[in-house]
């Protein structure tokens, strides 16, 4: 299991849809269609030439990356992952176009290696103020840091937040022990988490709370 994945599974991390939100299986579970292709449609990275080759670039390093073992991967991906291996972004995208013509099944690691590895990512439907500031040395937020003022604007907001970001305003304003990352933390969790529609709850919350204020 990766990062992505644990992510998801940790209760309270993105809701109450676990794994089943993660991959989007509740949004296509009783379509009539087989192929992966066909389910996964428009959350798919483009197969052809260079179309998407930065997300291609960044689903390569996420997968050389990623904490999980190269024993749970299937073999194609173990090889893509060695960097020893020489592979490239072209060799991640080509095992991707063959396996979206493959059927699809929940429960098969094809296609959750699809889901994690060929599609999109919040990020690159949230747009340019996507934050990418690192803390400091000590691990602080920076003062007047891009962190500090989305996570002071959550602070003094009234209104009715989702369940998600509820918990993260009463970490960030509690009396005792205040998380002040609480928010750098989901929303970086988030960037990384697989597209699924615009009206997905995460990404809404992403687009609402994890963008730079900045011009």
Not at 67 to 83: A, Y
Not at 123 to 133: S, W, Y
Not at 190 to 212: G, K, R, V
């Amino acid at each position: 299991m990766n990062a992505l994945q644990k992510a998801a599974m940790t209760a309270g991390a993105f809701g109450t849809g676990g794994v089943g939100s993660y991959y989007g299986v509740k949004a296509i579970k009783d379509s009539g269609t087989t192929k992966i292709k066909d389910l996964l449609k428009n959350r798919l990275l483009s197969t052809k030439g260079e179309q998407n080759k930065d997300q291609w670039t960044a689903r390569l390093t996420s997968l050389r990356k990623d904490s999980i073992k190269k024993e749970s991967l299937t073999l194609e991906l173990q090889e893509i992952k060695d960097s020893s291996k020489n592979k490239t972004w072209e060799s991640l995208r080509d095992l991707c176009a063959s396996r979206i013509e493959k059927e699809y099944s929940k429960e098969d690691s094809i296609f959750r290696e699809v889901v994690d590895y060929c599609t999109f990512r919040n990020k690159d439907k949230l747009g340019n103020k996507v934050i990418v500031e690192a803390t400091e040395t000590g691990g602080n937020l920076k003062n007047n840091g891009q962190w500090k003022k989305v996570s002071d604007a959550l602070k003094d907001k009234v209104g009715t937040f989702s369940p998600i970001i509820t918990e993260i305003q009463t970490k960030l304003k509690a009396n005792q022990s205040p998380d002040a990352h609480a928010l750098r933390k989901w929303c970086e969790e988030a960037y990384e988490t697989p597209w699924i529609n615009n009206e997905e709850s995460n990404f809404q919350d992403a687009q609402q709370h994890c963008l730079s204020s900045d011009n």
